[in-house]
């Protein structure tokens, strides 16, 4: 009976020297650490994509944030836009004052001190 331990200890000696030294056991090991990392790469892949779609889909409504200041703050306009202008107050109902046209007329007076 201690000859079958004693094989059987020996065997799987062996048997655990073939699979370390078997190249198969690596590839596996290597495989699933790559897998792992693939797994990794995915979901951050799949997070880039998910942020190009929304850009893609912010510029399909034509809100670049760029060009929204460009026009709203510094009032530039796109080489195809069509511009139009309204005088002042056409729009919003109030009148503006008018400016005035040239300087006021006076009417020439004598002084006191010159009729004599």
Not at 43 to 58: M, P
């Amino acid at each position: 009976m201690a000859a079958f331990f004693v094989s059987l200890g020996v065997s799987a000696l062996l048997l655990g020297m073939v699979l370390v030294t078997d190249g198969r056991v690596m590839e596996l090991r290597k495989a699933k650490a790559e897998v792992r990392e693939l797994d990794r790469k995915l979901v951050e892949e799949k997070k880039e994509n998910a942020r190009l779609i929304a850009a893609i889909h912010t510029a399909d409504r034509e809100e670049f944030p760029a060009e929204k200041v460009a026009r709203e703050e510094f009032n530039l306009v796109h080489p195809e836009d069509l511009v139009l202008l309204y005088p002042p107050g056409s729009l919003s109902g109030d009148k503006p004052t008018p400016a005035p046209t040239g300087f006021p007329r006076t009417t020439a007076t004598a002084l006191p001190s010159a009729i004599h």
